[in-house]
């Protein structure tokens, strides 16, 4: 089992920067692809970034190409999604995701965070 922890949500304008990070007390960190979905009211889970482990492929959806960046540090075993210029419409649950392997993105994860509110004002 994977314990996965995110922070770094909040509320913020639109034009702003947040960083969210996802921590995990386990070893297996580096070992493992990771990701971030979100999840906005009335709307489908969607896949945002997700990082490879070794050569830190990644991934984005077109929706934050540009905007965002996924990152990883394997020592301090933590995840990042730094987050510019923000829009009303990244309101959403943010979610920090652990996969072992890399494959499709649709159902797409083995472990889950709880999630961290994120809210953009206009």
């Known amino acids: 089992q994977v314990q996965l922890v995110e922070s770094g949500g909040g509320l913020v304008q639109a034009g702003d920067s947040l960083r969210l990070s996802c921590t995990t007390p386990?070893?297996?960190?580096?070992?493992?692809?990771m990701g971030w979905f979100r999840q906005a009211p009335g709307k489908e889970r969607e896949l945002v970034a997700r990082i490879s482990w070794g050569p830190k492929t990644t991934q984005y959806a077109d929706a934050v190409k540009d905007r965002f960046t996924i990152s990883r540090d394997d020592v301090k075993k933590t995840l990042y999604l730094q987050m510019n210029s923000l829009k009303p419409e990244d309101t959403a649950v943010y979610y920090c995701?652990?996969?072992?392997?890399?494959?499709?993105?649709?159902?797409?994860?083995?472990?889950w965070g709880q999630g961290t509110q994120v809210t953009v004002s206009s």
């Open positions: 995701v652990a996969a072992r392997q890399w494959g499709a993105t649709s159902g797409w994860g083995d472990y």
């Open positions: 386990g070893r297996a960190f580096s070992t493992l692809h």
